[in-house]
């Protein structure tokens, strides 16, 4: 079966800074992505890891352990235009079908 | 670069009415994706399109959902009657698979279906 598990919701203070954890149960696996979702938008993609270790972006990072079915989502020094819903979402490797989590809805506050 | 184009961006209508989206992706994308994003959950993939191909439409409730993309480029997704759970927004994403695996899909803004 498949499984991608994220908080529902966070919440965190302007430039503080938070992390999102994903868990992933699939069938194979080919790559975990992080898009980001404003409320009445289209998610917007922000990360890629297919190996293990940390991707860093500016102000995002990302963190996967294979082994351990685990990912992260870290963002620093955060703005109020980071609140949006942060989607998890693994590349099958059996079928190559991106899956999604509900997403995390992050709420940042002045 | 022109990204995803979808259209209407709002559809409201009555159950057992019927309803279509229209999507055209990204110029040269040869896969194209329809996903169904219910309020608060996470985008669940309907149908997906290789060229004017079916990939994959497992997850298509097929007595009342169907999609075409007759030529590759564009696509139209039609239900057919419309039930209350149909109430969602509907988007269309494309990608290009000589991006190997790093494959990222482009969305469009979406569709927000709602069924009175």
């Known amino acids: 079966g498949q499984n991608i598990d994220q908080p529902t919701e966070m919440t965190a203070t302007e430039g503080a800074i938070v992390q999102i954890n994903c868990t992933y149960q699939t069938s194979g696996f080919n790559g975990l992505f992080w898009y980001q979702q404003h409320a009445g938008e289209a998610p917007t993609f922000l990360s890629y890891n297919v190996l293990d270790g940390l991707e860093e972006k500016g102000r995002f990072s990302s963190f996967l352990s294979r082994s351990k079915g685990y990912s992260y989502l870290l963002l620093k020094e955060l703005q109020m235009k980071d609140s949006a819903s942060y989607l998890c979402a693994v590349r099958e490797g059996n079928t190559d079908k991106l899956i999604f989590g509900t997403g995390t809805r992050l709420q940042v506050f002045p | 670069e022109a990204g995803v184009a979808q259209s209407p961006r709002y559809k409201i209508i009555e159950k057992r009415q019927s309803v279509a989206f229209w999507c055209n992706p990204i110029s040269g994308h040869a896969t194209l994706y329809w996903y169904q994003q219910i309020l608060g959950q996470g985008p669940k993939l309907l149908i997906q399109?290789?060229?004017?191909?079916?990939?994959?439409d497992s997850q298509l409730p097929k007595d009342r959902f169907s999609a075409e993309r007759l030529k590759g480029v564009d696509s139209t997704l039609k239900i057919q009657p419309a039930k209350l759970e149909d109430s969602a927004v509907y988007l269309c994403?494309?990608?290009?698979?000589?991006?190997?695996?790093?494959?990222?899909?482009?969305f469009g803004s979406g569709t927000q279906l709602s069924v009175l």
């Open positions: 399109f290789q060229n004017n191909g079916v990939v994959d």
């Open positions: 994403a494309s990608s290009s698979p000589r991006d190997g695996r790093n494959e990222k899909l482009f």
